[in-house]
Structures are given as structure tokens and as C-alpha cells.
């Protein structure tokens, strides 16, 4: 049995569609038990846990060979990120009680950077996690294709996509594309 918490997103929910398909047991993790019940349809075991509920993450998460954890994100975090560390706090607990055979994390390329930002969210994710013994694993995508929905009407329209993305010889990039 996995724990897929984020499943009701795209990438928990390809994580539990490639799980289900390879045959595995999948516990859906969600807040919300209307979100739930499509999981429940699929097969799935469905367990109703608040972030910041440890006695419930802990019950979703025992018993299972893996957990995936995708941090719910927080996009206006008050100064020193409490709520991120709150839910970093439950989701240690949680997982010291339960003690799957593995844990995988979402992060993110830039989650060791040492300027604040954003992105520190998924920084005091790894560091408050990444001492369990626990075999945990994160993950450090630098982009999904679906962000680049945001991208396809200026696209279309204007022929240009503009990217706030790095790369390694410039300041910042204006990638030109033709009419769609």
C-alpha cells in the first residue's frame, strides 16, 4: 500500500494513476472527503487527513511500503514560514510514528538556495525530514509542462513567452516563438 498525499493535484494523481496501473495498493490522502470518494472508485483506500493533523497523517500513513508527500504550497507565507513549519512539524511526527519502508518528496531545483524565498517552504521541508531513518528520497523538478498553460495565450497572440527561469548565460531569457 502507497499514501499519495497531494492526489487530488496532477502530480499526486499521476502518481496514484501509475501505481493503480502497475497493479499497487493506493491510499488517497486528502483533506477534503468529497475529493476522496473518485479515489474510492478507482479502488483506492481513502484516508481524510488535515496537514496539521498528526494523529489522522499518522493513521493515513501506517501500514504503507511508501509515502509520497507533496508539501501543500503556501504562496503569501508570513515571515519565517510558521505554517510551512507547522506542516513540516506534523509531517515529521506523522511519519516517525508510522514508519513507512520509504518516503518520497516533491522539492524543487532551487531548494538549496540560501536567499530566502518562496521556494525556502521546500528548504525546511528537506532539512526537517531528511534526518529520519527513514529512506526518504527528494525530488528537484525545475518545471511541469502544465506551467506552461499559463504561457499559450500571450503565445499566441503575441509570439513570445516570457520566462522568469535563469539560464546558465543569462540574466533572464524572452524566448521569441512563431504564430500557433
Not at 504561457?151 to 521569441?176: K, N, W
Request: with cysteine; hydrophobic share 45%.
Amino acid at each position: 500500500m502507497y499514501a499519495i498525499t497531494g492526489i487530488s493535484g496532477k502530480v499526486g494523481g499521476e502518481v496514484a494513476h501509475s501505481l493503480l496501473k502497475a497493479g499497487c495498493a493506493v491510499r488517497a490522502v486528502v483533506r477534503d472527503p468529497r475529493k476522496g470518494a473518485i479515489w474510492a472508485d478507482l479502488g483506492c483506500d481513502v484516508a481524510v487527513a488535515d496537514v496539521s493533523d498528526v494523529a489522522a497523517l499518522t493513521a493515513a500513513f501506517s501500514g504503507t511500503c511508501g509515502v509520497f508527500v507533496l508539501l501543500p504550497p503556501v504562496f503569501d507565507p508570513s515571515p519565517d514560514f510558521p505554517e510551512t513549519r507547522a506542516t513540516v512539524a506534523s509531517l515529521r511526527e506523522a511519519l516517525e510514528d508510522a514508519r513507512p519502508a520509504r518516503v518520497v518528496c516533491i522539492s524543487t531545483i532551487g531548494a538549496q538556495a540560501k536567499r530566502e524565498n518562496l521556494l525556502t517552504q521546500l528548504s525546511i521541508m528537506e532539512q526537517a525530514l531528511g534526518d529520519l531513518p527513514i529512506d526518504i528520497t527528494f525530488l528537484r523538478p525545475a518545471w511541469f509542462m502544465e506551467n506552461c498553460s499559463w504561457d499559450v495565450t500571450a503565445a499566441r497572440d503575441r509570439g513570445v513567452i516570457s520566462s522568469f527561469l535563469q539560464p546558465r548565460t543569462h540574466e533572464h531569457a524572452l524566448f521569441i516563438v512563431g504564430r500557433i
